[in-house]
């Protein structure tokens, strides 16, 4: 045997679970397709690194099965992560609700502590090592990789895969898991992009354009739930972290409902107006809280030349309806090319929750995003690359 297992991806997982091993005293070999380990942790929070979530519980977490993370959130839990990174000197600072970054640090530091804790131990990270072929014999697995054209096969008796998802194949991301998974009769929840921008097209793509750049803070929601942050127009539709967010939620053909002013309500606004000074016009009470440029926009559906005095009831309730309930029906998503992660992946149910074993493949573990395990926007992925990567190298 080469090891005492082998790692396929040197993702967020797979080199947690490295490290992890490593204080154990298990030496494992890590298989990486990419020229240098961890290349979303690099881009990832615009390389910043947003490497973890004060908040993180399984609530923030999309999967069939909703209590499926709870084993190993408790196995390794937020402060855990804050502890590891601390004592390797990245101190964490809260941008926004919760969102972890290293202060003064950035997503090269974050590699960088991975990369010196396996050199530390003697824990190999081969790159540029293409895995093509898994064998699994009577106690071992046999993994065969391609490096310059040429194959080489490695033995271990316990194997990891942590190949990640389908986001950004530019990256190196494969679906090696689930061609894996299929092959071996393992179910797979249905995949789809997550995080990611939503298109429009048709009639309303001029009016989006027009917009592009400007950021909004709203509420965006469908039946399933609602978030509360910037939405950003692009040439091609939106984006922003509120639209990422509901993008996990969201199905083709499916109406999104916009709250363009959540925290205020626009007929108490105008019934005030038009007490202190009914000459005020409608433009100028909107300017108050939008851009100049977004005012106008609003004046596609909205009378802004009018004084709000003399707005009638149908006026008002037009008003009401286009700033608390502006309707969007996207075309579609900007696809894996910018998605951040993959909702869906292989069934949480062929997979123990306390080892994140494979329950018909002893020996087999599956980690991060290549599972059916789908964090909101905000550091929760990341969380669950490094929990799952801990709780699989206590097993192996
Ligand atoms: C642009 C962007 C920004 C993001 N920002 C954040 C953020 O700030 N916070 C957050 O929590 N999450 C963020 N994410 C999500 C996060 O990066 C992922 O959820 C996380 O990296 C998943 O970890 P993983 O180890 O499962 O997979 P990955 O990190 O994707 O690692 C899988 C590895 O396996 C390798 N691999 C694949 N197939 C093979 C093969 N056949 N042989 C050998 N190696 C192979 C890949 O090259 C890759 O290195 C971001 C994602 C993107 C795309």
């Known amino acids: ?168 194949p530019k990256m190196g991301a494969t679906d090696f898991a689930l061609r894996f998974a299929r092959k071996h009769g393992l179910k797979i929840v249905e995949t789809a992009p997550a995080l990611v921008p939503l298109t429009i097209t048709g009639k309303d793509e001029e009016w989006f354009a027009q917009l592009s750049g400007n950021s909004v ?63 005020t016009l409608l433009s100028t009470l909107l300017n108050r809280f939008y851009t100049k440029k977004f005012t106008e926009a609003l004046g596609k559906f909205l009378p802004l030349g009018k004084p709000v005095a003399s707005l009638t009831n149908a006026e008002i309730h037009l008003i009401e309806q286009t700033i608390h309930e502006f309707k969007v029906k996207p075309a579609g998503d900007k696809g894996y090319d910018k998605a951040e992660v993959m909702r869906g992946g292989i069934d949480t149910n062929e997979i123990s929750s306390k080892t994140l074993e494979c329950k018909k493949i002893p020996n087999l573990f599956f980690g991060g995003e290549c599972l059916d395990v789908t964090g909101w926007l905000g550091g929760y992925n990341f969380q669950w690359a490094w929990a799952s990567g801990f709780v699989i190298a206590q097993n192996l």
């Open 1 to 168: 045997m080469n090891a005492d297992a082998i790692i396929i991806g040197a993702g967020a997982c797979g080199l947690m679970c490295a490290v992890q091993a490593g204080y154990l005293g298990k030496k494992v070999i890590v298989l990486e397709k990419n020229e240098k380990p961890g290349a979303k942790i690099l881009i990832s929070g615009g390389g910043r690194c947003n490497y973890t979530n004060q908040f993180a519980s399984a609530e923030q977490f999309i999967s069939a099965n909703p209590h499926f993370v709870k084993s190993s959130f408790t196995q390794w839990t937020v402060d855990d992560t804050i502890n590891f990174f601390e004592t390797y000197g990245i101190n964490g600072k809260e941008k926004t609700l919760g969102q972890l970054f290293p202060d003064e640090k950035n997503a090269k530091d974050v590699v960088q502590v991975f990369t010196s804790i396996c050199d530390d131990f003697g824990q190999e990270i081969r790159c540029n090592a293409d895995v093509k072929d898994i064998e699994i014999l009577d106690n071992h697995f046999q993994v065969t990789y391609e490096k310059n054209g040429k194959k080489i096969v490695l033995t271990a008796e316990k194997l990891v895969i942590s190949t990640g998802g389908l986001p950004i």
């Open 217 to 279: 803070f709203c509420e965006v929601s469908n039946d399933q739930i609602s978030f509360e942050e910037n939405i950003l127009f692009t040439h091609w539709g939106l984006s922003g972290p509120a639209i990422l967010q509901i993008s996990s939620f969201w199905r083709r053909g499916e109406v999104i409902n916009i709250n363009l002013l959540p925290h205020h309500h626009i007929v108490s606004l105008l019934d005030e107006e038009r007490r202190l000074n009914g000459k």
